[in-house]
Structure formats: C-alpha cells, structure tokens
C-alpha cells in the first residue's frame, strides 16, 4: 500500500468496485479499500436486465455466463389473495441478449467484481477500515486515514477519494448531509430456504412480488444455485420491529399472511438465521464536493421492490469514474466535476421511485392499470428491466398518478 494514490475508493461491493476498475483502466494509481475479509455476504441479489451494459464494460459478461448463477427471464406480481399475474418476459419486450440477467450470490459476485478491480490495477485490500476522511482547512478532500488488518494505522493521500461505503455513508454522515425518506420507513426481515419450490420454464429464474393479505407488507422470492431461495419480507418499520414480536415470531405471522408462499414452502427448509435492515431508504443533499464524490448506496437507496440497488450502484460507479477520469485529465477536481454527472442519473433514478410509490398505494393495481391501460405495458417494462434515461420513460405516470399517492420523487431531481 503506498502513501499516495490518485483515487481512493472506499467499500468493495459494486459501486466501489466499478469505479476502482474504470479509474485504473484509465491509467490513474486507485486504491480500493473493503472493511470485510471478502468474500463477504451482502444482501440484494436481483439484477435488473440494464446491469448488462456497465457488466459488459468491464469485460465481464463471458464470467458471468460461465458462472452458476441462476438466469433471471422475469418478473412476476402475485396478490394478497393469490392471485399470479401474467409475467412480465423481458425477451418479448427485447429480444437482444442483454434481456437474461442473473440472480446472484452476492459473496460471489462483489468478489468477481473486486478481482476485476485488480486485474485493471488497482491496489485492492480487504480487512481495512477507513477511519476517517481527511479534509483540510477549506472542506477539500486530501485522503484518509485507515486501520490496516495488522492493526498498523496509516493516513493515504488523494487527489480524489470516491465514497462506495454503502449505508455507512461515510461523508455524508461526517457532513450531515443524510436525508432519510419518512414515506418509505421500512423494515425487512429475510431469510435462505432450500428446495422451495420454483416454476418451470423462463419463469425458473423469476423474481417474484407477493403481498400479504392484509398488504401490510410483501415478500421478495429470489431463486439463488444450489437450489436456495431468497425469501425477505418487507414493511414499515414500526409493524416489522416494534409491535411486540421477536423477529423470528413477526416473520413467521407474514408468512402465515402470504397465501403466494404456501405451497411453494411446503417442503421446504429454512437455513441459517434470519437477517434484519431497518430504515434504509434515504438520499444524500450534495453528492460531490472538492475531492470527493459519493456512489453507490453511500449516495442514497431507495427501496428493494423493484431489485434497483446493484444497477444503480453499477451505474454510479460508471458514471462517476467517467467524471473524475475528466476531471483528474483536466486538473479540476471541482464538486461540479465530479459530480457533473448526478443529475442525469436522479433524473432516470425518480422514475424507479414513482414506482415505489405506486406499489405502496393500498388502493392501486396494476393489474387493474394495465386491463385499462394496456398500451403502458411496454413502458412499465422498460422501468423493470431498468431501461430508465430516455425521454418518455415516465410516461406511464401521467395517467397513473391520479390513483396513487404524492411522490416526493421530485427531490430527487
């Protein structure tokens, strides 16, 4: 590890990773730094189709085919009453082969992404701790200060430090700059099963939306390899973890709620423990400053519904690592450099949260939407597969906004 690097990125998941490999193909000294020993767990194992394109960029589309993670065709709804909806077949809505994504394990896949760091040249360590960012006199990023695995702690300097530390956000907290979203005050509860049941066919792979039937909250079914099953419950924070039941007592009741379930766990077991987040959803009001730029969760997460997070993070890690390879050419580290970027992505990004909004609507279908409105059902497929900067991709909420409750997505535009 040296004393000086050009870039310092922080957090090894997918928005870390990605920009650590773009800025060191682009011939700058990155230093990547992970906390955890990798590989380590992590949760969010659902790619939108459009994780395609930033994947092929950096050369790994041929790994991710070899790999044994599950082929994801699909996304299917089914109600509080259990009732499937017709699946949404991402090839019949794009024939092109960036339409087959992947459900992953998440271990595996962040470590294919920081070995690919590596092979491009960046210096990658795990088991490192950034304490502290260093800043001087005029709020201009200068590096950081770590706690290496030996226990040995060191200051590293930088001319740019990218902060990919996931929900620890680590500017952001130091700068107050954190925004929760009181509207999606959520709570999940999730857990791995082995031999639930699956569908046949290009539904194999499917994600799969379950309400309970009160639709107090919904279930995410993610089929991983070696026949484990995803299976996270979702719902407001209070209702999850504050009404007098242990975690283990709350998620059995929602399972008990979720008529979609039944049969799919009925030979079933579960392995493992169960897994608690809590009060994830929230944004960040700056984004970038002297010396410094936020990606990834650490620049905000707004809900799993709709498996938005490992795409955005991909996305950011790009698009950042473009901006601060301009800016280091350039010799201007400015915030509006480095984030020259983050408008165009909030502006797509808002549509994934008018989506969010619709779901959590009570009295909203869109089943019942789309019965009436069947011309929409591309344009709703777009924004699940991900397809989301072009103009016209919201479209669809100019007729669906008179039947779901006000977005405050416009913050984040």
């Known amino acids: 590890m040296q004393n000086e690097y050009d870039v310092i990125v922080i957090g090894g998941g997918p928005a870390g990773c990605t920009a650590a490999a773009l800025t060191a193909e682009a011939g700058h000294r990155v230093l990547l730094l992970e906390r955890e020993k990798m590989p380590r767990f992590h949760v969010g194992e659902s790619l939108m189709p459009e994780c395609y394109w ?25 109600t509080a009453s259990g009732k499937q909806s017709e699946p949404f077949y991402f090839l019949e809505h794009d024939p ?18 920081f070995d690919r760091a590596a092979e491009l040249g960046a210096d990658c ?62 709570a999940a509860i999730w857990g791995y099963y082995k031999h639930a049941s699956r569908d ?35 719902g407001d924070n ?23 379930l039944q049969t799919r766990l009925e030979h079933a077991q579960r392995i493992g423990k169960l ?34 997070g490992v795409y955005f993070a991909l996305v950011m890690g790009e698009k950042a690592a473009d901006a601060v390879n301009a800016g280091l050419a350039a010799g201007d580290v400015s915030a509006e450099k480095l984030g020259c970027w983050c408008d165009d992505f909030k502006g797509g990004a808002k549509w994934i949260r008018k989506l969010v909004d619709a779901f959590y609507t009570k009295d909203f279908s ?13 344009n709703l497929t777009d924004l699940l597969i991900g397809r989301i900067f072009y103009d016209g991709a919201g479209d669809i909420f100019e007729s669906m906004s008179p039947m779901v409750s006000n977005s405050q997505a416009s913050s984040m535009g």
């Not at 209070?238 to 979609?260: F, H, I, N, S, W």
């Open 366 to 378: 869109f089943g019942g939407f789309l019965r009436d409105n069947p011309q929409f059902r591309g």
């Open 54 to 78: 930033p994947l092929q960029r950096l050369g790994l589309i041929d790994r991710m085919k070899q790999s044994s993670f599950v082929k994801k065709k699909s996304v299917q709804f089914v």
């Open 200 to 234: 046949d066919g290009d539904n194999a792979g499917a994600t799969i939306i379950m309400h309970t039937d009160k639709k107090e909250s919904w279930f995410w079914f993610i089929p991983l390899s070696n026949e484990i099953t995803s299976i996270g419950c979702v």
């Open 96 to 113: 092109r082969e960036s339409s087959t994504t992947w459900q992953v394990e998440r271990a595996d896949f962040d470590q294919l992404l």
């Open 275 to 308: 897994h608690v987040a809590k009060e994830y959803s929230y944004w960040t009001k700056q984004h970038a400053g002297q010396g410094w730029v936020l990606i990834g969760d650490a620049f905000g997460f707004i809900d799993p519904i709709y498996s938005s």
């Open 238 to 260: 209070d209702y999850m973890l504050k009404t007098g039941l242990d975690t283990e007592a709350r998620y059995q009741v929602e399972l008990e709620r979720c008529p979609g």
């Open 125 to 186: 360590y795990d088991q490192t701790r950034v304490l502290d960012i260093l800043f001087d006199g005029e709020g201009t990023a200068q590096g950081v200060k770590v706690r290496k695995a030996s226990g040995e702690t060191r200051d590293i300097a930088a001319r740019v430090v990218m902060d990919g530390s996931g929900q620890q956000s680590l500017i952001a907290n130091r700068l107050g700059l954190r925004q929760d979203i009181p509207e999606l005050k959520k």
